[in-house]
């Protein structure tokens, strides 16, 4: 099976079809036709193996979390999700292990309504790298640099999990069976807040998906936006399962460890009240675990108030 | 230096800023506003090492190329470029290279005006995936499925240089070092002929770009528009470094050969003699090849009128 039949057979068999695509797969290059007066939202994330994911990682697993880092990041700008590009790169047309990739990227895309429009197929060490496309309307677009001293940090869901279950099968905490089971699916098929995304647009002065770790990603905030924040340990929000083990991996995985894909942002004083009224709408539990302060860094305190100093900040490519 | 410093250094360091760039690299996403009325084209494409280029390749050449390639598919559908993203992957924050790459890359961007809006870098073997994105009005875009039997069939520049400049390297033709430096250019450097591309919205019922070989990316137009051609070998544009060793490689590289980026388009005989007052116009020289038929499939004949029948008919990924 060549590159043009493997196109074909599975990565032109998607069911979503949006009215908004006028020429899909198929041709040099895609036709969109953005709504009237949107702007285009982009974001471009990859998936390579032995760097995100392990070589007998579940194909299904792999197609979910290519497009859901993606789909995280478009969240996190609160956009419309609507369109993605598949640029993907395998060793040989192992047709078993793309019908599974499929199976995982395509039902993420029809949850949400996205439609493939393009790509390209390479021969190569396996890697997956996917642009996602969404909308939004002039100015609503929520970005890193809006956050000001005393606004309300949130964080979605809970935090923590993916970086346990990491640990796990990197050797350095064994978990029983039933609580790796729990947690693995937080690190390999990541649930992104496409939904709550797109509602902070009427919260959120500033807003960030948590892929590097909950500290290194609300740096970026702190960073962009000049201030500070003091974040109460205790208040991070952290699984059932977590916690269970919290007394020998302590609050680090939470605080550090990346891939939960989870939302952070701060909402002001002046829009907290309705946030607080609005936050049942979501399809998670939001988490206020501190504020911005106009003091430069993140300061952590501990449930006594006594400042906590972690032994890692996050994940960064190259680093030594 | 981490991530986050190779991309303020070197990639958030372009000079080409756009307008219609809301918000460009350093949030979660870019923001883009499409002119209004128009309709966004994208397209996406890598280039691998040791699959797309020899691991001591000069880094501004990949730069240079990994953009051309895209730009060479936005213009066989007549779209005029406007901004990219750059998906690379690299062993290590190798800061010599990635300022050679960023040096091709950025050359080409300033060239046509189109800016890198966002990206993403990753450990990993190195890999560089690049999605372009351009605009075109409503029913401008030039497909693969519009071309009718009588139509003339057109080649942009030149072909087959690529591929000779492959056969050297891979040691299957040795060349002079003058002709070796005369077309390897070619396949290092290739044009993206974006000017060209757009004045195709004019006259073309069908265009794609030569990636894969001009038997086999002319093969996708007659796929798609359910006709077939009928083609003069000895009209196939070669180049005069080409034709010095055309007695030893024949004309195989030419027509089957990849990676030359040229157009290849038709044109109905009512628009051709327009088509042909505007050539001049045309920044390359820009031949006709021969025309479409009904019946199936593609023909070639040499300069007798007899059937010719080349070896070879094009590069597919994961082909045997």
């Known amino acids: 099976m060549n590159e043009f039949e493997l196109i074909q057979k599975f990565f032109a068999a998607q069911p979503v079809v949006r009215d908004d ?28 193996e032995g760097v995100h994911f392990l070589p007998d990682a579940d194909a299904r697993d792999i197609g979910h979390k290519a497009l859901a880092v993606n789909l995280s990041d478009l969240a996190a700008m609160g956009a419309e999700p609507a369109w993605f590009l598949l640029n993907i790169t395998l060793p040989s047309s192992d047709e ?138 205790d208040r991070v929000p952290v699984s059932d399962t977590y916690r269970k083990h919290i007394a020998d991996i302590g609050w680090d995985p939470a605080l550090g460890g990346g891939e939960d894909y989870e939302l952070c942002f701060t909402v002001s004083a002046q829009r907290d009240a309705e946030f607080s009224r609005w936050q049942s709408k979501f399809g998670c539990r939001v988490t206020c675990i501190g504020e911005m302060v106009s003091g430069p860094g993140l300061q952590i305190v501990d449930a006594a108030g006594e400042i906590y100093r972690p032994a890692t900040t996050g994940y960064r490519h190259f680093s030594r």
Chains 1, 2 share one sequence.
Not at 21 to 48: E, F, R, W
Not at 126 to 150: D, K, T
Not at 184 to 212: C, W, Y
């Open 21 to 48: 695509v006028v020429i899909g797969i198929g041709d040099d290059a895609a036709v969109l036709a953005p709504p009237a007066g949107k702007q285009i939202v982009v974001t471009t994330d990859s998936l390579i």
């Open 96 to 233: 078993v292990w793309v019908r599974g990739f499929c199976e995982g990227l395509f039902a993420l895309a029809e949850k949400h309504k996205v439609q493939l429009v393009g790509g390209n197929t390479s021969r190569g060490p396996r890697a997956i790298a996917i642009e996602a496309h969404g909308f939004i309307s002039e100015g609503e677009a929520v970005r890193r640099n809006g956050a000001a001293p005393g606004d309300s940090i949130y964080v979605t869901g809970e935090v923590g999990d993916a970086a346990l279950a990491l640990r796990h099968l990197l050797g350095e905490h064994r978990l029983p069976d039933a609580d790796f089971a729990a947690v693995r699916q937080r690190l390999e098929r990541p649930t992104a807040r496409v939904h709550e995304g797109m509602m902070l647009r009427r919260f959120a002065g500033s807003a960030i998906d948590i892929s590097d770790g909950l500290m290194a990603d609300l740096g970026h905030i702190l960073e962009a936006s000049g201030a500070g924040a003091l974040i109460v340990r």
